[in-house]
């Protein structure tokens, strides 16, 4: 090697980890399951108003939904959702629909229709973690639409 040439050598070296160490990085940062950035905040934003008044019906409406989740097996867990009406009387009839994310991993939504069990409502939803999770419940009679949003501590695996 060519006396004075270790100089620019080094430099083109230390350069080259910089660069691959900013490259490694920015891949790490931007693989992050946890963060998440709503696909549709756009429409999300276009809609808020509507939504808002859709949670006043609602509230106007009177029903409430109680849920309770249960792990059924490692990749499974079942939610029962009890849903009743301003007297507390059951509501029967309604197409129920739960779509549940973990707080911790929100972009990855499951959703799932819930089938009537007497008084109850039942879906299986294909979770895979226990935690926090945000359940966001619609229930459709008639013309009658009902919204609600809980979060529950889902139990770890069985």
């Known amino acids: 090697m060519k006396k004075g040439m270790q100089w ?5 070296a230390v350069l080259a980890l910089t660069i691959a160490a900013n490259i490694y990085v920015m891949v790490r940062a931007n693989d992050d399951p946890s963060v998440a950035i709503a696909k549709d905040y756009y429409q999300r934003a276009v809609r808020f108003d509507a ?7 609602s509230e106007r409406l009177g029903w409430r939904v109680s849920l ?3 792990r059924t097996s490692a990749t499974e867990a079942t939610v029962t959702a009890v849903l009743v009406d301003s ?30 069990a007497g008084d109850r409502y039942l879906a299986v939803l294909p979770v895979n973690r226990g935690g ?10 008639g013309s009658e639409r009902f919204v609600a949003t809980q979060r529950l501590d889902l139990p770890g695996m069985p």
């Open 68 to 70: 309770e989740a249960a």
């Open 51 to 57: 939504d808002q008044a859709l949670r006043r019906r």
């Open 8 to 12: 620019p050598i080094g430099v083109a």
């Open 87 to 116: 007297t507390g009387a059951p509501i029967r009839g309604a197409i129920v629909r739960i779509a549940a994310h973990a707080v911790a991993r929100s972009n990855d939504i499951f959703t799932a229709t819930a089938t009537p």
């Open 132 to 141: 926090l999770w945000d359940l966001n419940v619609e229930a459709v009679r």
